[in-house]
């Protein structure tokens, strides 16, 4: 649990225990033939046995002060940026966007002036964004409104589609909760309008201090670690672990935590993937707080230079069930351009992951509200 607010500090996990090192495995991959252009180097969830003993490690740091991923993970770096750059130049950016325009269902504003639902009500709003019900409790979810994401408006991956809510209207929302600091999670202009209301903030650790910069108040901040909890409301707030990076600079690199977490009550579980590679820790989250009613799984811009750290639609596919998940609702993709694969290609490839799996999946069109007991199987991408 996490300790009560001081005047000087971000709330902190209570305990203070650190790890002696980081928990080391031996990851072997094997290259698989599949319709996916890119490589898809899968990692064998089910037959890893260290997967299911894996104790509930914190994140630590580096030497150098940087936050270290649970497993090994490799990442392209300024030598390999060239030929990034090169396999881009030689793509087709037409493949890349849709040729009609996305659906989006507008939210209207009134949903703000409600009261929060007790079951959960969900809204996805692009890319990760959500709002969330639950427990009668509202919150928003990695919220980027804005039209780029970038560390400015004039350039920078554009919106695909409208924002279904305006920055604007965003009002009575209990609590935000971020993945990481990421420009494509976490939106200057949608926090800053966010800290000017009185919602709390549950973040990964060194988030706040950014946080603060834009005007939230330090007392509204919590600051989790993984496998730290927080009570809200009737509903648990689980940091869980993740596998990727953070970073809104070419010199701040991993010294802000990623997370993905989990979100609970007696009656409904609920878990958000953010951003990650696949890793064995999908398992560990599983027995420890699954099944899951929904997974919200990240789906798209995955490419073999950064396969780590994000998942491709089969790696989302396994991962759900390494969850114990029920329905799955597709996140991250058909908002942003992040990568060199076709626009439509994480849909088409997860829905023939989820036949073969026999995953239930859930595919809203942005801004659409979603129910646990209703259908959302249109497919508005075609």
């Given at each position: 649990?996490i300790a009560a607010?001081?005047?000087s500090n971000?709330h902190?996990?209570?305990?203070?225990q650190?790890?002696?090192?980081?928990?080391?495995f031996?990851?072997?991959f094997d290259?698989?033939n599949?319709?996916i252009?890119?490589?898809?180097?899968?990692?064998?969830?089910?037959?890893?046995?260290?997967?299911?003993n894996?104790?509930r490690?914190?994140a630590?740091?580096?030497?150098?002060?940087?936050?270290?991923?649970p497993?090994p993970?490799p990442?392209?770096?300024?030598?390999?940026?060239?030929?990034i750059?090169?396999?881009y130049?030689k793509?087709?950016?037409k493949?890349?966007?849709p040729?009609?325009?996305?659906?989006?269902s507008?939210m209207?504003?009134g949903?703000?002036?409600?009261?929060?639902?007790?079951?959960?009500?969900?809204?996805?709003?692009?890319?990760t964004?959500?709002l969330?019900?639950l427990?009668?409790?509202?919150?928003?979810?990695d919220?980027?409104?804005?039209?780029?994401?970038?560390?400015?408006?004039?350039?920078?991956?554009k919106?695909?589609?409208?924002?279904?809510?305006?920055?604007?209207?965003?009002?009575n929302?209990?609590?935000v909760?971020?993945s990481?600091?990421?420009?494509?999670?976490?939106d200057?202009n949608?926090?800053k309008?966010?800290?000017?209301?009185?919602?709390l903030f549950y973040v990964?650790c060194?988030?706040g201090?950014?946080?603060?910069?834009w005007?939230?108040?330090k007392q509204?901040?919590?600051?989790?670690n993984w496998w730290?909890?927080?009570k809200d409301?009737?509903?648990?707030?689980?940091?869980?672990p993740?596998r990727?990076?953070?970073?809104r600079?070419?010199?701040?690199?991993?010294?802000?935590l990623?997370?993905?977490?989990?979100?609970?009550?007696?009656?409904?579980r609920?878990?958000?993937?953010?951003?990650?590679?696949?890793?064995p820790?999908y398992?560990?989250?599983?027995e420890?707080?699954?099944?899951f009613?929904?997974t919200?799984?990240?789906i798209?811009a995955?490419?073999?230079?950064?396969?780590?750290?994000?998942?491709?639609?089969i790696?989302?596919a396994?991962a759900?069930?390494?969850?114990k998940?029920?329905k799955?609702?597709?996140?991250h993709?058909a908002t942003?351009?992040?990568?060199l694969?076709?626009?439509?290609?994480?849909i088409e490839?997860?829905?023939?992951?989820a036949d073969r799996?026999g995953?239930?999946l859930?595919?809203p069109m942005?801004?659409?509200?979603?129910?646990?007991?209703g259908?959302?199987?249109?497919?508005w991408?075609?």
């Amino acid at each position: 649990m996490i300790a009560a607010p001081t005047s000087s500090n971000f709330h902190l996990p209570i305990s203070t225990q650190k790890p002696n090192s980081q928990t080391e495995f031996s990851v072997k991959f094997d290259e698989v033939n599949n319709p996916i252009q890119y490589l898809h180097l899968p990692y064998d969830l089910e037959n890893n046995t260290t997967a299911h003993n894996m104790p509930r490690q914190k994140a630590i740091k580096d030497k150098k002060g940087k936050y270290i991923n649970p497993i090994p993970t490799p990442m392209a770096g300024f030598k390999e940026t060239p030929d990034i750059f090169k396999r881009y130049r030689k793509s087709d950016p037409k493949l890349r966007k849709p040729t009609s325009p996305i659906p989006v269902s507008p939210m209207s504003p009134g949903v703000f002036n409600q009261k929060p639902s007790p079951s959960l009500v969900l809204y996805w709003m692009g890319h990760t964004s959500l709002l969330m019900e639950l427990g009668g409790r509202r919150y928003i979810i990695d919220p980027v409104l804005s039209e780029r994401a970038s560390m400015i408006q004039s350039v920078g991956p554009k919106r695909m589609h409208p924002a279904p809510i305006a920055i604007s209207d965003l009002k009575n929302i209990d609590a935000v909760i971020l993945s990481h600091d990421h420009y494509d999670h976490m939106d200057k202009n949608t926090m800053k309008a966010l800290a000017k209301t009185n919602a709390l903030f549950y973040v990964p650790c060194g988030v706040g201090k950014i946080l603060t910069g834009w005007g939230a108040k330090k007392q509204n901040i919590f600051e989790l670690n993984w496998w730290d909890t927080i009570k809200d409301g009737p509903n648990e707030l689980i940091a869980t672990p993740a596998r990727h990076f953070s970073g809104r600079g070419l010199f701040n690199r991993n010294t802000t935590l990623w997370a993905s977490w989990c979100i609970i009550n007696p009656d409904c579980r609920v878990y958000f993937g953010g951003d990650s590679g696949i890793m064995p820790n999908y398992s560990d989250i599983g027995e420890a707080y699954g099944p899951f009613d929904l997974t919200i799984m990240p789906i798209g811009a995955y490419d073999v230079a950064w396969h780590g750290i994000h998942t491709d639609a089969i790696e989302a596919a396994e991962a759900h069930v390494a969850l114990k998940g029920k329905k799955m609702l597709p996140v991250h993709w058909a908002t942003f351009d992040l990568s060199l694969h076709p626009w439509g290609e994480p849909i088409e490839q997860l829905l023939k992951a989820a036949d073969r799996l026999g995953i239930e999946l859930v595919t809203p069109m942005v801004g659409e509200k979603l129910t646990l007991d209703g259908i959302y199987n249109e497919h508005w991408w075609e």
